[in-house]
């Protein structure tokens, strides 16, 4: 029988040793299975994700979105605040549920949470009903484990791997814009962060390996690439090359669209800037997390950067890349951030008026520098602050949103809206959401939209029979 991702196994220069031989029998084991996946987190989950359904329906497997007709559950896990590991655990309360009186129901975590040790611990001890833990590094191993799990009873757990993991397969959820990592783990070491513990250290795919994605998924139709990894910018210190080489060579390959999360503000170079900008196919919106605007925030957190820094990079960016789109992420109530502290955030985003900001309290991470700091804020000042800042936050991305009104767009049709079956929905090429109202059928197509309202969140247009590329 052929299974379709075991050629890529050929092509694995490090890792043939953690492939297995899937005969004819395995396949037999899980042939009509059902599973259900359920994925938080960030971008790098969603992909993962996207890989742990290719290697399941390799094995026979078969999607299913009703949990209570599935054989397994794999919960692709987020420990970066304490709600996401909160939810983890609420869920899985419902998959213990299920999996009374059921022999045939299999129950897998994956994702960061697998890879903390007292999570591991909690899971040996008080949820003995989960069947196998599989890490962030292991996923390429899936079958091989699943395959064990299957023959015996014992929880097992695998992590930590440091390996570079080449022609990993996908069962993507777009035919049109597609994840493509570029390197896994962080090195920044911020210290209010889980995810250098989860992820493992800096770690860059082969630029080749990347150009060859990239080109392969153009000839299948992709309009759109996002090169993933925590902090896109670190890109090629291990291995001898930059981003700016990748980005250029990425452009290169003529996709139509390429985007790119998450830029750390250190790391960030003119060059990178000067491609960004020479490149048309590469689109104008940088993801530039502040944190924070104070100096002395920034320095506890281990960011690297000044208040000063940022906003002197945000304005070369602003110079130096036409109508480009910036957005960022920001912590209040880092321990002892005082009200000074909070005034130079909202400083920073008065001057910067950013298109969008994700905002967050700060939620503490057991292992973490920042989990031994002393910390007298209270809770409630924590959110108001956080009411505050939205406030702000919201203004500006409604100004900027509305600066579109009435102006006519591009956007990549993604597909039928979630609110509005009645409208498909994309994004422009500086990652603005537009529901979009059309008699005609252009899901796949980068197509011009007439912006008729604005909002802080989304835009709604009309389809303008012009099409930019087919
Ligand atoms: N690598 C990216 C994003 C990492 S996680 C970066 O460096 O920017 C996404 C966001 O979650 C972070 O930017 C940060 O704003 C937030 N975050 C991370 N750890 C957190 C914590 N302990 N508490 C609250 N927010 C946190
Ligand atoms: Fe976390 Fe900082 Fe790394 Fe981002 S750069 S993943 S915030 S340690
Ligand atoms: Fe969460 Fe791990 Fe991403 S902790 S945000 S899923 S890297």
Request: charged share 30%; hydrophobic share 35%.
């Amino acid at each position: 029988m052929h299974l379709p991702d075991l050629d890529i196994a050929k092509k694995r220069e490090k890792s043939e040793n953690v492939y297995i031989d899937l005969k004819e029998d395995y396949h037999k084991v899980f042939q009509n299975k059902k599973y259900y996946i359920r994925t938080y987190g960030c971008q790098m989950n969603v992909h993962d994700s996207e890989a742990i359904k290719s290697y399941l329906e390799a094995l026979g497997f078969v999607n299913t979105e009703n949990i209570e007709e599935a054989n397994l559950v794999v919960l692709n896990t987020c420990a970066i605040r304490e709600n996401a590991r909160d939810k983890v655990v609420g869920f899985l309360g419902k998959c213990k549920y299920l999996k009374k009186n059921r022999d045939d129901f299999k129950i897998v975590i994956a994702g960061c949470m697998s890879e903390q040790p007292d999570v591991i611990e909690d899971i040996m001890k008080n949820h003995k009903y989960v069947d196998l833990v599989i890490g962030t590094h292991n996923i390429h191993e899936l079958p091989k484990l699943l395959m064990q799990e299957y023959q015996k009873q014992t929880i097992e757990v695998y992590s930590n791997s440091d390996e570079v993991i080449e022609g990993m397969n996908y069962k993507r959820d777009s035919k049109y814009t597609a994840w493509v990592n570029i390197m896994y783990g962080c090195d920044k070491f911020c210290t209010y962060c889980i995810v250098p513990y989860t992820r493992g250290r800096e770690r860059s795919r082969k630029l080749e390996s990347i150009v060859e994605e990239v080109k392969t998924l153009k000839e299948n139709g992709y309009k759109e690439v996002t090169l993933l990894g925590q902090n896109v910018n670190a890109y090629g210190k291990d291995i001898g090359e930059t981003f700016s080489h990748l980005l250029e060579c990425v452009a290169k390959t003529n996709i139509e669209r390429i985007r790119f999360v998450t830029s750390h503000p250190w790391n960030f170079t003119d060059e990178m800037i000067d491609i960004i900008a020479k490149y048309d196919n590469i689109m104008p919106y940088i993801h530039l997390p502040l944190q924070s605007g104070s100096n002395n925030i920034l320095k506890r957190m281990n960011r690297r950067y000044t208040k000063e820094e940022y906003i002197a990079l945000f304005n070369k960016m602003k110079e130096k890349i036409p109508n480009v789109a910036i957005t960022t992420d920001i912590i209040v109530g880092f321990p002892n951030e005082t009200k000074e502290d909070f005034e130079e955030t909202l400083d920073v985003v008065r001057t910067c008026k950013f298109d969008g900001a994700y905002t967050f309290i700060f939620s503490k991470r057991e292992g973490t520098p920042a989990a031994r700091m002393e910390d007298k804020i209270s809770l409630e000042e924590k959110e108001e602050r956080l009411k505050e800042l939205n406030t702000l936050v919201n203004k500006y991305s409604n100004e900027s949103n509305q600066k579109l009104l009435n102006k006519v767009v591009e956007v990549l049709i993604l597909g039928v809206s979630d609110k509005d079956k009645t409208k498909v929905y994309g994004y422009t090429d500086t990652m603005k959401l537009v529901n979009v109202t059309s008699d005609e059928d252009i899901i796949g197509k980068i197509v011009k939209v007439r912006i008729t309202s604005a909002k802080s969140f989304s835009l709604d247009g009309e389809y303008v029979k012009e099409e930019v590329s087919a």
